[in-house]
């Protein structure tokens, strides 16, 4: 609670500040709102919160929210060129994101549907006005709208899938949801038919196949600082938000839908890393990969007692904020990956934060997405075995796809011509790359 | 610790040498870490292990007298490495010293982890470095080979990983002394299946003959060193995997029933990867295919899982690569200096390069196995044990010999004798001598006295239970 608090102050002073058209102004007001948010998660319950008795809210994992809270301050920062260049909305970016990052953490541990469902909608409106913020550029209109009215039929299905739930149990508590499908009531109609819109309202929200078609255009529509964010803060809140629904709610229908869940995974490895291998868009091949790495991710809901999700999305997060950061150095305008040869001599530091996100992204140990992907196979494997050993498969596909990009962009070229790195471009990438190599002290 | 660390220690140093003092940077860094393991085994008893914690939960280290072997084995390949191409433009780069000491933190870790899950990881490790330098140095056109070496052995990786996942699930266990004792036999096939996958990696690796199609291109494409590091070194952590690992765990219903299709491959492994050579005209070609021969062998013989044979094994393990070392360089020598790599241009060496001439020679001998140097140990027992397991494997390995001799005669006559096809020929350089004579006394001393590697190496080798 203290968290949110401390992030929605932040953001309307920074809303504010971005007024005094000075934009260092905002991002610091930014990154010390998210670093306390993130220390008062830290050392929430050894001090007394003066909201501690705010029934409706239990609060979320300290863990969740300072890696979103950390997330959110790699984004901003990497973002920052951006924000800088269009001073008279700084604030309003920075503003937004705040608030949206309040309905991350509102969302990713609910114990109230209908909370749960108001965090969703916190998080998704402002991500609406983010991807249309540039406004003259008509694919950033023709991605916001397609953005908004793809998300609010998502809602509306969730919306209904809660509805169905609250009248086959009589609740909106997820323990009492639990208590009564457990004697029973998870095989009427009712209960299965809203677990599965459920299902299928975030599999939208976290991008997987079959409801993953939004992805591409809208991440090639928004802009690299506003994608840093979209594709991973969205995602960790999203799967979260479904390991706890459907760990907490629908343990006892576990196999009426795990093989459900095991084809969506299925589907989503194969679909993502196979388009992803011909694109020539930058953002369209992050937005494929993430639609596998969504896949992946929802290996966790085939051990829901123990489903050891946060290294894989932090390692996820970490690269994919990478790429899109390099991406957003030499890349702004025309986003094609044929601008990407040769990147890797330009500057000491891009090379090596480039091939610590590709090969952690590809999963190469020992560096955190390797880490990740074990964890979370080490849960799954005795549960969903031969989804697993597709998945391995499929992951052969996917590190083609990452070679293909570092191949590309570690061609010695015959002139080269040197970049230099803005201060913020230079802690996010260090931080990135401390991140990838660091996480085998997690494990 | 510092035996495991040290070249992690230098990868990162080299990146700030200015690239005046590359080359001797890293000849010293190899040749401290060699220095330092040499000083390390004079105190080491073989009938114990050194256990090293780093505070890890997956990975810890103990090292015993196969280990220290392999140590021993890679720091002399690196220094070697380093040495042989000390001439050569490679070293000068300070980008391949970094990544050639990363590989060779990669293979101590290999060598030296205790727990599975380890193994994995520093066996993947390996494959990082190495890809990095065949792509920067090596002669790809189109990545389109290398992709496929990489992508080859990251899938033969994952069905490795699959199967470390499995084993570590099915017995609760995940260091070697644990999985050791643990009851593999109970779980039936899954036990086959869980070695199937190991077995899968080691065999893209090795590489046995089906899965050896990355081999050819990826040796004759890639620069000298690399395709040293390669086959001299990396490869040989499959043999390793087998002989420390994979063998005295699943031994029983798994073993017994891979056994001899394994058997099989790594025989037509041997004819047919010495037919191919035969009929190579690519002088580094025909080395990538004779070393698919030899492999083979190896890998053969250590599935009939024999105490004895295991030992004589690793004999044979260092013999290739000593083999591999020489043969690389002269084939490296004469694409260096000549510019060419066919043997139908080459012709007339050893009469305007005499030393050239003799240690080539050598070489080619030691690759022959005649009697006096480790090969001949080496592969005649690897035989011998064939032979009284079946008569016709034993005489399908004997093989070998014979064809070996084709080929590496081939390989040794046409580029050095007959006319003169060129007029002058820069003879070896004396880091290159040094190396050739490394090599040869090494291959004489193990070929005279086998019996202070096999007797180092038995006390870490399992009895057999059966």
């Not at chain 1, 007394?48 to 920062?77: D, E, H, K, N, R």
């Not at chain 2, 643990?182 to 893209?204: E, K, P, Q, R």
């Not at chain 2, 047919?272 to 035969?278: D, H, L, R």
């Not at chain 2, 140097?373 to 011998?384: M, N, Q, S, V, Y």
Request: net charge neutral; glycine share 8%; aromatic share 14%.
């Amino acid at each position: 609670m203290d968290s949110i608090i401390i992030l929605f102050i932040a953001g309307l002073i920074g809303l504010f500040a971005g007024m005094s058209k000075k934009p260092v102004a905002s991002i610091l007001i930014a990154s010390f709102g998210l670093i306390g948010a993130g220390l008062a998660a830290y050392y929430r319950g050894s001090y007394t919160s003066p909201f501690s008795t705010y029934a409706a809210y239990v609060p979320t994992q300290g863990m969740v929210i300072i890696l979103l809270c950390a997330v959110t301050l790699l984004a901003i920062l990497g973002g920052f060129k951006r924000y800088k260049s269009d001073d008279e909305h700084t604030g309003d970016y920075l503003g937004l994101i705040l608030f949206s990052l309040c309905g991350a953490i509102l969302m990713a541990q609910p114990n109230d549907l209908m909370l749960f469902f108001i965090g969703l909608e916190i998080l998704s409106i402002p991500i609406y006005v983010l991807v249309g913020i540039d406004k003259g550029s008509s694919t950033s209109a023709e991605a916001a709208v397609k953005y908004f009215f793809t998300g609010s039929f998502a809602s509306a299905i969730i919306l209904f899938g809660i509805a169905l739930l609250y009248g086959a149990t009589g609740s909106f508590q997820l323990i009492e949801i639990q208590s009564n499908l457990a004697i029973g009531i998870w095989q009427s109609p009712m209960a299965m038919i809203g677990s599965l819109f459920l299902l299928a309202g975030f599999t939208f929200k976290i991008g997987a196949v079959p409801f993953h078609f939004w992805g591409p255009d809208v991440y090639d529509g928004a802009s690299n600082a506003v994608l840093m964010y979209m594709a991973t803060v969205v995602k960790i809140a999203g799967i979260y938000a479904l390991v706890n629904v459907f760990g907490q709610v629908f343990r006892d229908s576990y196999f009426f839908w795990i093989d459900l869940v095991s084809l969506l995974i299925v589907a989503s490895l194969f679909y993502g890393y196979i388009t992803a291998w011909k694109q020539t868009s930058f953002r369209r091949l992050i937005a494929y990969s993430s639609i596998a790495n969504a896949g992946l991710m929802l290996f966790a809901l085939a051990d829901i007692h123990n489903s050891n999700l946060f290294l894989f999305v932090a390692a996820y997060a970490v690269a994919t904020i990478a790429l899109v950061a390099i991406n957003s150095v030499i890349n702004d305008d025309s986003d094609a990956i044929a601008n990407w040869e040769g990147i890797a001599w330009k500057n000491p530091l891009l090379g090596i934060a480039l091939v610590l996100a590709l090969f952690s992204l590809s999963g190469i140990p020992p560096l955190a997405g390797f880490f990740g992907k074990f964890s979370l196979l080490w849960s799954a494997v005795p549960h969903v075995p031969y989804t697993a050993m597709l998945a391995l498969i499929a992951s052969v596909i996917g590190a083609f796809v990452y070679l293909r990009l570092l191949l590309l962009a570690l061609k010695k070229p015959s002139v080269t011509v040197s970049v230099k790195l803005s201060l913020e471009q230079i802690i996010v990438l260090m931080l990135t790359s401390v991140a990838s190599i660091g996480a085998i002290y997690f494990i | 610790m510092a035996l495991i660390l040290l070249p992690l220690i230098f990868s990162l140093l080299a990146w700030f040498i200015p690239s005046a003092f590359t080359r001797l940077f890293g000849l010293l860094a190899t040749g401290m870490t060699l220095a330092w393991s040499i000083v390390a085994v004079c105190y080491f008893q073989p009938e114990e292990q050194i256990l090293i914690d780093f505070g890890l939960r997956f990975v810890r280290f103990s090292i015993d007298s196969l280990g220290f072997t392999m140590i021993l084995l890679t720091n002399a390949v690196l220094f070697l490495v380093f040495l042989s191409n000390f001439t050569g433009k490679l070293v000068n780069d300070n980008k391949f010293a970094s990544l050639a000491l990363l590989m060779q933190f990669g293979l101590l870790g290999v060598f030296t982890t205790n727990t599975i899950l380890g193994f994995y990881i520093f066996w993947e490790l390996t494959l990082l470095p190495i890809f990095l330098i065949l792509y920067w140095f090596g002669s790809f056109e189109k990545p389109r080979a290398l992709l496929q070496f990489f992508l080859y052995t990251l899938l033969g990786s994952l069905a490795m990983l699959f199967a470390v996942i499995g084993l570590m699930h099915a017995t609760n266990q995940q260091t070697y002394e644990a999985l050791l004792v643990a009851d593999i036999n109970a779980l039936g096939n899954t036990s086959i299946w869980l070695m199937g996958g190991f077995l899968f990696a080691f065999a893209v690796k090795i590489p046995l003959f089906p899965f050896h199609t990355w081999q050819a291109e990826t040796y004759t494409k890639a620069p000298v060193a690399g395709t040293m590091l390669l086959s001299a070194i990396m490869l040989k952590m499959a043999l390793f995997g087998l002989l420390k690992w994979v063998l005295p765990i699943f031994d029983g219903v798994a073993t017994d029933f891979w056994r001899w299709p394994i058997i099989t491959l790594g025989l037509i492994g041997v004819v047919y990867g010495a037919v191919i050579a035969i009929r190579q005209s690519d002088i580094k070609t025909l080395f990538a295919y004779a070393s698919l021969s030899h492999l083979g062998l190896i890998a053969a013989a250590l599935m009939l899982n024999d105490y004895h044979t295991n030992q004589i094994a690793v004999v044979q393990i260092v013999n290739h690569s000593i083999v591999s070392i020489g043969l690389f360089l002269a084939a490296g020598i004469i694409e260096q200096r000549l510019g060419t790599r066919k043997l139908s241009e080459l012709g007339g060496l050893a009469k305007i390069a005499p030393r050239f001439g003799f240690w080539f020679a050598v070489l080619t001998f030691v690759s022959l196995s005649v009697p006096f140097t480790a090969g001949f140990i080496g592969e005649f027992f690897l035989i011998k044990a064939l032979f009284s397991a079946n008569a016709l494997t034993g005489f399908v390995a004997s093989t070998t010999l014979v064809l070996g001799a084709v080929y590496m005669l081939r390989a040794y006559q046409v580029p050095m004798f007959g006319p003169s096809k060129f007029s002058s020929f820069q003879d070896l350089h004396w880091s290159e001598i040094t190396v050739f004579a490394i090599l040869s006394i090494a291959a004489i001393y193990f070929g005279l006295a086998p019996q202070c590697l096999t007797d180092f190496v038995a006390h870490s080798l399992t009895q057999p239970t059966h």
